[in-house]
């Protein structure tokens, strides 16, 4: 007799958690959506034959005018200024030079690869090399700060030569 008050107890107990289960899962309470992960900021690629233009504000005299300074790009590893960066350095000049109020930040930057380390050295030998010919232009060196990033802050995201070739750069800022 203890046998069979155990099975129909179990027996009860099963339907009990059964009924449970199904109930629950038939809940008509709305259910909250799943939480989505974090998007990654919207990254704008260009390429880099296009330029980067900043507004400024020159002077309290005079009226704010868009300054457009264009980056220089640099091969693997590399430092040296092409001709091609050579070229966009002087136009870079001439809007300097033009107007002794703006003060400028170069930033070196620099592909994923190498060490943090390494990466933030050259960053810094390609931002100095860019204010350097800057100077030899007659751009006063006062004027310009330079800083280097060297992988953190990449323009294009990507493990390939796409992005990387982007990303070796020499960014120039107003400020």
């Given at each position: 007799m203890v046998l069979?008050?155990?099975?129909?107890?179990?027996?009860?107990?099963?339907?009990?958690v059964f009924l449970i289960m199904t109930l629950a899962a038939c809940s008509t309470t709305p259910k909250?959506?799943?939480?989505?992960?974090?998007?990654?900021?919207?990254?704008?690629?260009?390429?880099p034959?296009?330029?980067?233009?900043?507004?400024?504000?020159?002077?309290?005299?005079?009226?704010?005018?868009?300054?457009?300074?264009?980056d220089?790009?640099?091969?693997?590893?590399k430092f040296?200024?092409?001709?091609?960066?050579r070229a966009i350095l002087a136009k870079n000049a001439d809007v300097l030079l033009a107007d002794s109020d703006i003060m400028i930040t170069i930033e070196g930057h620099c592909d994923e690869r190498g060490t943090e380390e390494y990466n933030l050295g050259l960053g810094e030998r390609r931002a100095s090399s860019a204010r350097n010919y800057l100077v030899s232009l007659g751009v006063s060196a006062s004027r310009i700060k330079t800083i280097s990033?060297?992988?953190e802050r990449p323009f294009k995201w990507g493990?390939?030569?796409?992005a990387w070739s982007q990303n070796r750069r020499a960014h120039f800022v107003v400020r």
């Open positions: 069979g008050k155990k099975r129909v107890t179990l027996s009860v107990l099963v339907i009990a909250e959506p799943a939480a989505t992960p974090a998007q990654p900021a919207q990254v704008t690629d260009y390429t034959s296009e330029k980067p233009v900043q507004a400024v504000a020159v002077g309290p005299t005079k009226p704010q005018v868009a300054v457009e300074l264009g220089v790009f640099f091969a693997f590893d040296d200024l092409t001709a091609e960066s990033y060297g992988e493990s390939n030569e796409a």
